[in-house]
């Protein structure tokens, strides 16, 4: 595998595991929540419960995500599925901080948490403290924003992978890639000898005169008349056809009647 190639498989399979850590913290705290509201009888929202689906199915895509890139990144088909989901959980995770934005404020004062709310210092149905409640929603509305960016970021490594893998696929093994697969560059001190060498031997032989006794190569049709600007020297050889062409030292026999 080039180095290029091997470069973007590892560096998506990194950025799909900080997306799985990512979608992990936010399915942990919020299944933490659903259960304190579920053995307390309180109502669970909505919202609540599509935090949840969304982060979990986030965490599946992306642990599904690095098996695949591992073993088969960059097949165009799988590659353009990936695109297309990674754009979706980007959209996903837009709207988890939407839905924990009150994360983004200070857990001071009165806050308002997915278990209710209260001041930070009150006592929170099985859940400690507000204030506590308050900083778990914080790290989700965090890492969530985190996470828009990394699944932006591995849809165009994505598209970059699928790129280099079709680049591969053109070239076969042959002897200037040491018979292995992919685009192997020759050196750049190599790239140009051969034609320099072809260069270098016609400058060699330019505006030197033929040796004595040299004859020039003509093709077969060419004609005494159109020899040498059209005047056959004596010296030329006959054309095949005409009288003595290959009968040096041969006399003709008589004609018998």
Request: with cysteine.
């Amino acid at each position: 595998m080039a180095l290029g190639g091997a470069f973007l498989r590892f560096g998506q399979t990194g950025l799909r595991i900080i997306e799985f850590c990512c979608a992990a913290i936010v399915l942990g705290i919020y299944s933490y929540f659903l259960a304190v509201l579920s053995k307390h009888n309180m109502t669970i929202p909505t919202w609540e419960k599509a935090v949840e689906g969304m982060s979990g199915a986030a965490a599946l895509y992306t642990i599904f995500g690095v098996i695949f890139t591992l073993c088969l990144g960059g097949v165009r088909v799988l590659a353009f599925i990936a695109i297309f989901l990674d754009i979706c959980f980007a959209g996903c995770f837009a709207a988890i901080a939407y839905f924990t934005r009150h994360g983004a404020s200070r857990c001071k004062g009165l806050v308002n948490t997915p278990i209710g709310n209260g001041l930070a210092t009150q006592s929170a149905p099985g859940a400690g403290d507000f204030g506590y409640v308050c900083s778990l929603n914080t790290a989700c509305f965090a890492v969530s924003i985190g996470a828009i960016f990394l699944f932006l970021v591995t849809a165009v490594l994505q598209f970059l992978l699928a790129r280099h893998h079709q680049k591969e696929k053109r070239f076969g093994p042959s002897p200037t890639n040491n018979y292995t697969k992919g685009s192997r560059k020759a050196p750049f001190w190599k790239r140009n000898r051969k034609t320099h060498a072809t260069h270098d031997a016609e400058i060699a032989t330019a505006g030197h005169t033929a040796a004595p006794g040299f004859r020039h190569s003509h093709e077969t049709g060419m004609t005494g008349s159109t020899m040498h600007g059209g005047h056959m020297p004596a010296t030329s050889e006959p054309k095949y056809g005409q009288p003595g062409y290959g009968m040096n030292g041969y006399s003709a026999p008589a004609n018998r009647l």
